[in-house]
């Protein structure tokens, strides 16, 4: 996966440009590439296992599609480089978003969710560092390699300056209900 993520990076002139016209430190195919299940097996066999997990998490949220369903509508390699972060954001007209860590090296920023309630917290004193995670404005999840994280679209969430010395490589994803 981490060859095919770097011949990406390598062979997609469009998403290098976007990627240095809008400051990302690094390589994204989010807005060049729309076909990576089909371009690459291998996307595609990731893409069978996540449409498995998303099923699953849907039903672990007790959504209710009204039969309807979800679906795959976007799949990006991002390639972090080294000091370069990505700010906090929301993934609009989805409803589950997620990403599959392919290269998590030591000093590999962390994954940070914001608690959704954390603009209705306007007087409230800070918490403890040992504040139980629920309690918590921000968690930390350190992925590693192999891994796959997912969270309902609406949670604001980025990615911290990248402090490892090599890119952290990771496949994002979207999916709709249709």
């Known amino acids: 996966m981490e060859a095919a993520c770097r011949m990406l990076a390598a062979e ?3 998403g290098r440009a976007w990627s240095k016209a809008h400051g990302y430190g690094g390589y994204t195919s989010y807005a060049s590439l729309d076909d990576l299940p089909t371009r690459v ?3 595609g066999e990731l893409k069978t296992l996540l449409d498995r997990h998303a099923k699953a998490f849907a039903q672990d949220l007790a959504f209710d599609l009204q039969g309807g369903r979800l679906k795959l ?3 990006w390699v991002n390639v972090l480089k080294p000091g370069a972060a990505h700010s906090g954001h929301i993934h609009p007209h989805s409803v589950i978003s997620g990403t599959a860590y392919v ?3 030591k000093g590999a920023s962390a994954l940070k969710l914001e608690d959704p309630r954390l603009p209705l ?3 409230a004193p800070p918490r403890r560092g040992d504040a139980p995670e629920d309690a918590r404005p921000f968690v930390y999840l350190q992925p590693e390699a192999g891994a ?3 969270w309902e679209s609406w949670l604001r969430h980025e ?4 402090a490892a ?4 490589i990771s496949i994002s994803f979207n999916y709709g209900w249709r």
């Open 148 to 150: 796959v994280l997912m």
């Open 73 to 75: 509508d976007s799949l």
């Open 41 to 43: 097996s291998a996307f």
């Open 159 to 162: 990615v911290p300056a990248n």
């Open 12 to 14: 997609d002139s469009a």
């Open 121 to 123: 917290m306007m007087a």
């Open 103 to 105: 290269a998590t090296p």
């Open 165 to 168: 010395k090599a890119d952290r």
